[in-house]
């Protein structure tokens, strides 16, 4: 897809050129990474500002932070966002093409084929996953580089390589921690002290504090 984003991508800073300034969320960051998650799906963007407000809406349940009203918001986003997908499912399965959609509709593992839930759960993932964390790497990336004239005189000079990627990734990337649940009670020794996590537990696995972890990290934040 590699020709097809170069064009996305040059077509906002063309504009950029133009005018001279960009809103760099609303006019790259966000639909670049929204059009290609629509490509790989063959999703038609004509309601694209509605499955992006119902995206975000939905995407920031996953913040530690969520309250009732997050929850009933997403509810409802879900709600809308259903039908919208049934229908694009069903008229996919009558005219199938070569998107990732319709591959997940055609697979069958032991005679099963994903059912209509299944299919609408993984485009709403995919969508969330696909293009949130996108748009947040992009934005979360300038700024860091704004903010830190050397390794943007670097990146200038060597042109952006993926080690670069990973270390803003790492520095500040999209996603700050993630959920997981023991299925066995677990021990773990932290700083010379037991601590057992039950199973069934839940636990907030921050991959940010990991990634600013001084004992991996020679210089994990720039004084
Ligand atoms: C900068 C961009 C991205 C970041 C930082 C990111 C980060 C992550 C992280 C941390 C997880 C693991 C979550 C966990 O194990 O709890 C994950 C899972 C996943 N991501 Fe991404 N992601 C990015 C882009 C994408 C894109 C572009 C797609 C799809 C086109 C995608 C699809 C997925 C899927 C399907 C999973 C679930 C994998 C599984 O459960 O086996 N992500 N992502």
Not at 206 to 213: E, G, K, M, V, Y
Request: aromatic fraction near 4%; glycine fraction near 4%.
């Amino acid at each position: 897809m590699r020709p097809r984003i170069q064009e996305l991508v040059d077509e906002s800073l063309a504009s950029a050129k133009r005018t001279g300034k960009i809103e760099l969320v609303e006019e790259l960051a966000f639909p670049v990474p929204f059009q290609v998650i629509s490509d790989l799906l063959a999703m038609p963007t004509d309601r694209g500002d509605e499955l992006r407000e119902w995206s975000q809406i939905i995407t920031a349940t996953l913040e530690p932070t969520t309250g009732v009203e997050d929850l009933e918001r997403a509810e409802i986003a879900i709600g809308k966002m259903r039908p919208y997908l049934n229908e694009i499912i069903e008229d996919r399965r009558r005219k199938p093409g070569d998107d990732m959609l319709s591959s997940l509709i055609a697979v069958e593992e032991q005679g099963e084929k994903l059912n209509n839930d299944e299919l609408m759960s993984f485009v709403i993932l995919l969508y969330i996953a696909g293009h949130e964390t996108t748009v947040n790497l992009i934005g979360n990336s300038v700024h860091a580089l704004l903010t830190h004239p050397l390794q943007l005189e670097t990146m200038r000079r060597e042109s952006c390589t993926s080690n670069m990627v990973d270390e803003l990734l790492r520095f500040n990337g999209p996603v700050q921690h993630t959920i997981r649940t023991p299925l066995v009670d677990v021990r773990l020794n932290v700083a010379g002290d037991e601590v057992t996590i039950k199973k069934g537990a839940l636990v907030l696995a921050s991959l940010a504090a990991a990634n600013h972890d001084a004992t991996v990290f020679c210089e994990p934040t720039y004084a």
